[in-house]
């Protein structure tokens, strides 16, 4: 069993600048990939950012250039650095964690932190 935890969230004006992290109770490095999700209001939840095992990353377009996943196995600890926030960022951020049981299948998820982006 994982326990995925969140920080980092927060408001912050047009172009700044936010560092999300999300803290694992058990190592990371088992995992087949850790994601990065948001959900804003009255959307559907999308995958912004992940990166695998073997640190191959993704990063979503609408992302892209602007948002960085990394990860640290030492400290079982993903980061989402963003920059360059758009108000369109605005939603609730999560960490999740896919661990291969269901290929595919994110099945830890953290319990979500918020970020605002005013204009």
């Known amino acids: 069993q994982v326990q995925l935890v969140e920080s980092g969230g927060g408001l912050v004006h047009f172009g700044g600048s936010l560092r999300l992290s999300c803290a694992a109770s058990?190592?990371?490095?088992?995992?087949?990939?850790m994601g990065w999700f948001r959900q804003a209001p009255g959307k559907q939840r999308e995958l912004v950012a992940a990166?695998?095992?073997?640190?191959?990353?993704f990063h979503a377009d609408t992302v892209k250039g602007r948002f960085t996943i990394s990860r640290d196995n030492a400290k079982n600890t993903v980061y989402l650095q963003m920059n360059n926030l758009k108000p369109e960022d605005t939603a609730v951020y999560y960490c999740?964690?896919?661990?291969?049981?269901?290929?595919?299948?994110?099945?830890?998820w953290g319990q979500g932190t918020q970020v605002t982006v005013s204009s």
């Open positions: 990166i695998t095992s073997d640190d191959i990353t």
């Open positions: 058990g190592s990371i490095f088992s995992m087949n990939a």
């Open positions: 999740a964690a896919e661990s291969g049981r269901i290929k595919g299948e994110y099945d830890y």
